[in-house]
């Protein structure tokens, strides 16, 4: 089994940072890609920022120039830092790991963490 333990939301004013990190542990395994979703009330989970293996980077349009997505390999942890937030950020953020175990590939979440962009 595999553990994804989120950290760094909050509340910010627009115009903020706020940097979310994703620890994950657990039984063996090799991270295929490790990114970041969000869920804002009403409206369906969406991709923000992912990173594979390879090291190919996608972003969604709308964090483009303001969010960065990064990983220590070592600590099987990645890093949202998000900039420049907006009221529209606001959000629940999910960890999200797709790890190859075996042969086998298995997709987790972590908990979720409320980001609260408001003045």
């Known amino acids: 089994q595999v553990q994804l333990v989120e950290s760094g939301g909050g509340l910010v004013q627009p115009g903020g940072s706020l940097r979310l990190s994703c620890a994950a542990s657990?039984?063996?395994?090799?991270?295929?890609?490790m990114g970041w979703y969000r869920q804002a009330p009403g409206k369906q989970r969406e991709l923000v920022a992912a990173?594979?293996?390879?090291?190919?980077?996608n972003y969604a349009d709308f964090v483009k120039g303001r969010f960065t997505i990064s990983r220590d390999n070592a600590e099987n942890t990645v890093y949202l830092q998000m900039n420049s937030l907006k009221p529209e950020d606001t959000a629940v953020y999910y960890c999200?790991?797709?790890?190859?175990?075996?042969?086998?590939?298995?997709?987790?979440w972590g908990q979720g963490t409320q980001v609260t962009v408001s003045s």
């Open positions: 990173k594979t293996s390879s090291g190919t980077t």
């Open positions: 657990g039984s063996p395994f090799s991270i295929a890609a």
């Open positions: 999200n790991l797709v790890a190859t175990i075996g042969l086998g590939r298995y997709t987790y």
